[in-house]
Nanobody, 120 residues
Framework: QVQLVESGGGLVQAGDSLTLSCAAS????????MGWFRQAPGKEREFVAR????????YYADSVKGRFTVSRDNAKNTVYLQMTSLKPEDTAVYYC?????????????WGQGTQVTVSS
């Protein structure tokens, strides 16, 4: 089992920055990728970014490329999502997950989510 706990969400204004954290515990296998997803009201959950525990390789959705940065601290088993130049359309519940790829179905473990609200 893997437990994931997100933190760092909040209410910000357009153009602001925010950093989310995801603390992982339990049986975290090295082959896992850690993904960030988001879900806005009435919309499907969508991929945001992912990072490999092993080599730190990253991949981003086009909508956040250049604005969001995903990183990890292996010693702390923590993954971060640094979000800059936030837009109202970034408003969503953000989830971290353990799995692989970019599709939610390929992730087995999920955190409880943290709300990010960007006002215009």
């Amino acid at each position: 089992q893997v437990q994931l706990v997100e933190s760092g969400g909040g209410l910000v204004q357009a153009g602001d920055s925010l950093t989310l954290s995801c603390a992982a515990s339990g049986r975290i296998f090295s082959w896992y990728q850690m993904g960030w997803f988001r879900q806005a009201p009435g919309k499907e959950r969508e991929f945001v970014a992912r990072i490999s525990w092993t080599d730190g390789s990253t991949y981003y959705a086009d909508s956040v490329k250049g604005r969001f940065t995903v990183s990890r601290d292996n010693a702390k088993n923590t993954v971060y999502l640094q979000m800059t130049s936030l837009k109202p359309e970034d408003t969503a519940v953000y989830y971290c997950a353990a799995g692989s790829g970019s599709r939610p179905a390929r992730y087995n473990y999920w955190g409880q989510g943290t709300q990010v609200t960007v006002s215009s």
